[in-house]
């Protein structure tokens, strides 16, 4: 397995880790999360979090739920099947990597792009903090993902000029 495949499958390992403790408790206890951060570790996380989105702590978002419910419930599936792919060797691994990877990269511009045309609305206040607390958390999967995408775009165009040199 290449360097690359091994790469892959640890950000997808990661991903999916984070999805279901996380991410999953943030859906689960989403309305309880004041009540419960003094107690529990993923509460004060998103307690600290909240300084630079209080979408995710004490004004809950509708869209927040919907990303959050589409990630956890959707985007894993996609992630345990990339993974079968790879490890299977299946011809579609990289246009499966490549579509699961470009939705993820275009998922967390988008969430930074809506946040800064609209003013950080959800921001409790602007500061260097809160901008780094707001897109550090976010770079693994905005890094992660577009380096995935980026690598299947190069392995499909590849094949793709291959295949016209054969013809």
């Known amino acids: ?99 699961v990877s470009s939705y993820l990269t275009y998922s967390v511009v988008l969430y930074f792009w809506c946040a800064h045309v609209t003013g950080y609305p959800d921001m409790r206040y602007q500061s260097a903090y809160t901008y780094f607390l707001f897109y550090a958390p976010n770079l693994p999967w905005l890094l992660g993902y577009g380096w995935m995408a980026w690598v299947s775009a190069q392995v499909l165009s590849a094949n793709m000029r291959e295949a016209g040199r054969s013809h």
Do not use: K
């Open 1 to 99: 397995m290449s360097r690359s495949d091994r790469v892959t499958l640890g950000l997808l390992c990661f991903f999916i880790c984070i999805a279901f403790s996380l991410e999953l408790y943030w859906l689960i206890f989403r309305d309880e999360l004041v009540a419960r951060a003094p107690h529990e570790l993923f509460a004060h996380l998103f307690e600290i979090y909240g300084d630079a989105d209080r979408a995710y702590y004490d004004r809950i978002s509708a869209l927040a739920i919907g990303l959050e419910g589409i990630n956890v419930y959707v985007t894993q599936l996609l992630n345990m099947w990339l993974i079968a792919a790879i490890v299977g060797r299946h011809h579609y691994r990289h246009v499966l990597q490549l579509i």
